[in-house]
């Protein structure tokens, strides 16, 4: 699959390890105690997005628009991991229209429940992406799990 924007690109192992930790990150910063909701929804949201690019960049694909690419990013996770993914890639993408209200239009738009569920929804995420990682691209994944 290539659309406008995207391009083929293999990945290496170390790129999948370097986004793994980068997603550590943001889950990492997402627990950082007096956070306000709307800047812990934003780390949930990176941490979300970064598993979409794990997809992406194992299928050998890369987002090279800047226009809507966290947009292109979560469709493209959609059509490479399939309908186990669908549920939790559509909420992401919900997320993302709220994510941006938080950080361009409205401070203290987001709720403390909508967090918890996009919290959930990240780490449910997380494991659908290992798995298909393993199942479908054993070779890039790296010795260890890295922590960030």
């Known amino acids: 699959m290539t659309t406008e924007g995207v391009k083929r690109l293999p990945a290496s192992p170390d790129e999948i ?32 997005l970064a598993l979409t690019k794990i997809a992406a960049r194992a299928h050998a694909l890369r987002v090279t628009s800047s226009n809507m690419n966290h947009f292109v990013q979560i469709q493209l996770a959609k059509s490479i991991l399939g309908k186990d993914a669908a549920p939790p890639l559509s909420l992401l993408e919900n997320a993302r229209t709220k994510r941006n209200h938080a950080t361009y239009d409205e401070a203290g738009t987001i709720s403390e429940a909508e967090v918890d569920e996009l919290e959930r929804t990240v780490v449910r995420l997380e494991r659908l992406v290992c798995e298909w990682l393993a199942r479908h691209h054993p070779d890039l994944l790296p010795p260890e799990l890295p922590l960030g």
């Not at 306000?36 to 934003?42: E, F, I, K, L």
């Open 17 to 48: 390890a370097k986004l793994l930790v980068r997603y550590r990150r943001h889950l990492r910063d997402a627990g950082i105690p007096n956070r306000d909701a709307d800047s812990r929804y934003c780390s949930y949201f990176d941490a979300g």
